[in-house]
């Protein structure tokens, strides 16, 4: 296993070197050491709309309402016992780079198992968001940014935070209010960020408001001269929200780097996707907002890499925006108060077989890049980091009351420093006077 710490602040991975296989730039190491499955993969398809669709597998169910004896349920037509699909070998990472997502795969469940304890030992203030399954489609897309690009999480991506740069104890502080958490204790849950050092803006709770600031993150940098990518995650849910539209149609408008990562994890709360939307993927909303779209399958963090990897690069390259549909589910209710009862059972245990962390595990020996003692190693090492971690959250104080109404409000004669260079779009006559706004003229 490689030494590096687990606790380590994330460090740009080198640019690996490539070959093209089948028209397709690859990283070396690899195409190199991929199981041999030529022939035994089918290769990506397409859906009916044209959208690329990268997935080994289709959901043989649905889900319809169903009344019994004058009491609503949801009922499974199809079969829900298909085993699990084999991960599709990624086009760009090296042996490192899968042990190390592997390895924040494992953070990620491993940090929210003891805030779950913590929770239920009455330590967590408010509520607490889980993100069961998730951790193929937080890590492996947050790994393929770069050290300039940015983050628009939701309450759900604490393993991206984590990839970015974010210790553990930071969300457990944060969800204890703790005086040492990012926000000093003024605001709980996941609503924390950084846009000094680890560009990752805080989540919002309207849902969709963050594609909005990512929008505009990306055009300051266009301003100052850089192309920057920034992933704006939400779920089946908020992607019909208005605001999801208004930002990434202007991102989409201005050909920023906006990565719209659309969780489908097919729930809205407890609102299944065939009674949220009409269309079958929501990536075919990419051919009204005239951007590429892709769907994977979210539990497979190759086709998640790959995917967020190839939008990264267009961004970079100045090509705009970019739609990716990660098909996965929740595996915990809304939040701890949600105990998810509404998810009939046979739904619950296909996608268990889809444990994004087992799926990634079992491609490690496949390959030989890891065994079964390296990855039980992993999992011990992980847990002492963990506890260690936890052991700091809980004894950090509380914020002092004195310090209430500090840090609260933004003091808006602070300048903001550019991160990318100078402005290059200057008022050309600073005399000049601003015209008078149409809208108070209207009125006159």
């Not at 803006?201 to 100052?224: E, K, N, T």
């Not at 002092?400 to 290059?424: C, L, M, Q, W």
Request: contains cysteine.
């Amino acid at each position: 296993m490689p030494t590096k710490k687990i606790e380590d602040t994330r460090q740009a991975s080198p640019e690996p070197k490539t070959q093209f296989v089948n028209g397709t730039k690859s990283s070396a190491a690899a195409v190199a050491a991929q199981p041999d499955r030529k022939g035994s993969l089918p290769p990506a398809g397409k859906n009916p709309a044209g959208i690329p669709d990268w997935r080994l597998e289709r959901l043989p169910f649905r889900i319809e309402n169903d009344w019994v004896d004058g009491e609503y349920h949801y009922k499974v037509i199809g079969d829900t016992n298909a085993p699990a699909p084999p991960m599709r070998p990624s086009k760009y990472l090296s042996k490192e780079q899968s042990i190390e997502i592997l390895r924040y795969m494992i953070v990620n469940r491993q940090m929210e198992a003891a805030l779950e304890s913590m929770y239920k030992q009455s330590l967590v203030i408010g509520g607490l968001y889980l993100s069961l399954g998730q951790e193929a489609s937080s890590v492996a897309s947050a790994y393929a940014l770069g050290k300039d690009d940015w983050l628009g999480p939701m309450i759900r991506n604490q393993g991206s935070m984590v990839v970015k740069g974010f210790r553990p104890r930071d969300t457990m502080m944060q969800y204890m209010g703790k005086g040492a958490s990012p926000t000093k204790g003024r605001d709980s849950g996941s609503h924390y960020g950084d846009v000094k050092s680890l560009n990752v803006i805080a989540p919002i709770s309207h849902l969709g408001d963050s594609i909005s600031i990512l929008a505009g993150v990306a055009l300051g940098a266009r301003l100052q001269g850089k192309n920057i990518a920034g992933i704006g995650y939400i779920g089946d849910g908020g992607q019909s929200t208005g605001p999801t539209y208004e930002g990434f149609n202007f991102a989409a408008v201005q050909r920023l780097g906006v990565i719209l990562f659309v969780e489908h994890n097919s729930w809205a709360y407890s609102t299944p996707s065939e009674l949220q939307f009409a269309c079958k993927d929501l990536a075919d909303r990419a051919i009204g907002y005239g951007v590429p779209g892709v769907i994977i399958d979210g539990t497979d963090a190759n086709q998640v890499y790959d995917a967020t990897h190839e939008a990264v690069a267009r961004a970079h390259r100045g090509e705009g925006a970019s739609i990716i549909e990660a098909k996965l589910m929740r595996m915990k209710g809304h939040a701890m108060h949600d105990s998810a009862l509404y998810v009939p059972a046979g739904v619950k245990e296909y996608w268990k077989r889809r444990d994004p962390i087992a799926r990634m595990e079992e491609y490690m020996k496949e390959t030989g890049w890891m065994t079964e003692n390296q990855i039980a190693g992993m999992h011990a090492e992980v847990q002492r980091f963990i506890d260690e971690e936890r052991a700091i959250a809980i004894a950090a104080p509380m914020p002092p009351p004195e310090e209430a109404g500090t840090d609260v409000y933004f003091d808006n004669s602070v300048e903001i420093p550019v991160k990318y260079g100078e402005v290059r779009v200057k008022q050309a006559n600073k005399n000049r006077q601003l015209a008078e706004s149409s809208a108070p003229g209207h009125y006159k």
